[in-house]
């Protein structure tokens, strides 16, 4: 659909406008386009050191394989749920059938703001780090916003054309990267400092050291992106049993990389030095401990993978972020044109094109305003943490939405579900998360680097209370003027069938209390 024939906020989208490129996706794209979102060479190469430098936990290994398996749990009930609900809203759409819709739009408020500030973070990130590149080896002199500008104009043509073609992008830098990852984790570990290799980070009592909150943080922003699989769900063939599949296998494959690899540059390191030398070198850490082992052009490539990796995750990020603004669209509760797709790639366009215009803006005022970058790349770290700290919280009230929702629907196929997938392991992956929640909430002074007394330790974690209360108030209105609106809160492809009923609300009062 062209600008020129966009319809009216609000407005009517035909089914066919609203349609997603069905059936297109193999499980093996799913997975490529979710690890690519986690960014692997980044989190390794700065993720890890940052958990080093600003935790001062050794165990960040430990961490990365605790929230693995805290994460493996949440999944089971996750998957489950996407069996049973195909929705590009995913947690949006599990919260509001789990536990109404005025939680569920409230849910909605805190994916989109997440989501959002991880894209527009690394934004920053990229922007900086290939400036700097093309400076050192090039002679190249760019501004930050301009090539983060020009990583923008990528991203904004790739977002409105075929996902195979993102996916296609995506997997050739995601291989890349993971190779270099484990080429320089190999050699890390066949030159262990002092000769011996070590397994003190390894060490599982390296957990409940001070500051164990702050580093599970950090891993589990690590892990944003894994989640996204059942943003696909409507896009991918068979969904029904390859989403799941993608899910446990993204993670399991994340979850190793980031243990062998962030525990290869302890050893090379050495335990007693990697936290200072994390703190002295940051990102660089990773190449400080392979440079004498490996020619420049294996460094070199290893900062243009450093580079891809951040572009590889915006362009995913891009990507979910649209798509649960597409699913907003389609179900009116943003103005009806968000929820259309273009005709030719079925690509959520205008969801696509606002998050363009999103980040162009922002990276517009910084340009502007000229910030040093060292001054901006402090802001924007803050938002790609606090971004992963809203996808925690997404991810705790959903294990508990997904417990809700087997317990009000025992009928059927529903009824067929073994207890471990649709209450044991559901309730378990609550609690844990619950758990890994307020202690995160708790050390978020730590996670940012800034004093305990400091007001920036509550702004971040307030945006997203004050966003679920922005979802969850504008439900509340959209029920009182808009009941069809309101009963397609959360139901994706199916909102166009229940706006239409005429009864006035029969069907409202038909639901149980809890689906309200």
């Not at 069905?22 to 799913?30: A, E, Q």
């Not at 922005?470 to 509340?476: E, K, L, Q, S």
Request: glycine share 12%.
């Amino acid at each position: 659909m062209s600008v020129a024939t966009m319809p009216p906020p609000g407005g009517y989208v035909s089914k066919v406008d609203s349609a997603l490129n069905r059936n297109k996706l193999t499980v093996l794209t799913v997975i490529l386009m979710v690890i690519a979102a986690a960014a692997p060479f980044t989190v390794i190469g700065g993720g890890a050191t940052a958990g080093w430098a600003v935790t001062e936990v050794l165990g960040i290994p430990d961490a990365y394989v605790a929230m693995a398996v805290a994460l493996g749990v949440f999944s089971v009930g996750y998957t489950e749920m996407s069996r049973h609900i195909v929705n590009s809203g995913a947690f949006y759409a599990y919260v509001a059938q789990g536990l109404g819709r005025i939680t569920g739009l409230g849910a909605a408020g805190v994916a989109v703001l997440a989501y959002n500030f991880m894209q527009i973070g690394l934004y920053g990130g990229f922007g900086a780090v290939a400036s700097g590149f093309l400076k050192d080896r090039w002679g190249v002199d760019l501004a930050w916003w301009l090539v983060a500008a020009i990583g923008w104009a990528v991203i904004a043509v790739l977002g409105v054309l075929s996902i195979e073609l993102s996916g296609a992008v995506l997997g050739v830098l995601l291989g890349a990267e993971v190779v270099i990852a484990l080429l320089f984790a190999v050699v890390e570990v066949l030159h262990p400092a002092g000769g011996t290799v070590t397994y003190d980070t390894l060490n599982p009592s390296q957990l409940f050291s001070a500051g164990t909150g702050a580093a599970l943080a950090t891993a589990v922003a690590g892990f944003v992106g894994f989640e996204s699989t059942a943003v696909y769900s409507e896009e991918t063939r068979n969904a029904k049993r390859n989403i799941p599949r993608a899910t446990y296998l993204s993670l399991i494959i994340i979850g190793l990389l980031y243990a062998f690899c962030s525990w290869a540059m302890s050893v090379a390191a050495g335990p007693a030095n990697i936290i200072a030398l994390s703190a002295e070198h940051g990102s660089e850490t990773m190449f400080t401990l392979v440079d004498p082992h490996m020619a420049k052009i294996w460094l070199d490539l290893g900062h243009g993978l450093f580079i891809t990796s951040l572009f590889a995750a915006l362009l995913s990020f891009h990507n979910t972020a649209a798509r649960y603004t597409f699913s907003l669209g389609r179900e009116r509760v943003l103005p009806g044109w968000f929820g259309t797709a273009g005709r030719r790639f079925r690509a959520p366009l205008w969801g696509s094109l606002t998050q363009s215009m999103l980040a162009i803006a922002v990276l517009a005022v910084f340009a502007v305003t000229g910030l040093d970058p060292f001054v901006y790349l402090f802001f924007f770290f803050w938002w790609t943490v606090t971004g992963g700290f809203g996808v925690l919280i997404l991810m705790t009230i959903t294990s508990l939405a997904v417990v809700v929702y087997f317990v009000r629907h025992r009928t059927g196929e529903v009824a067929r579900v073994p207890a471990w997938r649709r209450f044991v392991a559901p309730v378990l992956g609550f609690l844990v998360l619950l758990v890994v929640l307020i202690v995160t909430l708790w050390e978020f002074d730590t996670l940012l680097g800034v004093a305990a007394d400091s007001l920036w330790r509550w702004i971040f974690p307030a945006a997203f209370a004050t966003a679920a209360v922005v979802g969850a108030g504008w439900a509340a209105v959209l029920r009182a003027t808009s009941p069809a609106v309101y009963r397609g809160i959360g139901q994706g492809a199916s909102a166009d069938l229940l706006a239409g009923q005429s009864d006035g609300g029969a069907a409202h009062r038909a639901e149980p209390a809890a689906a309200r």
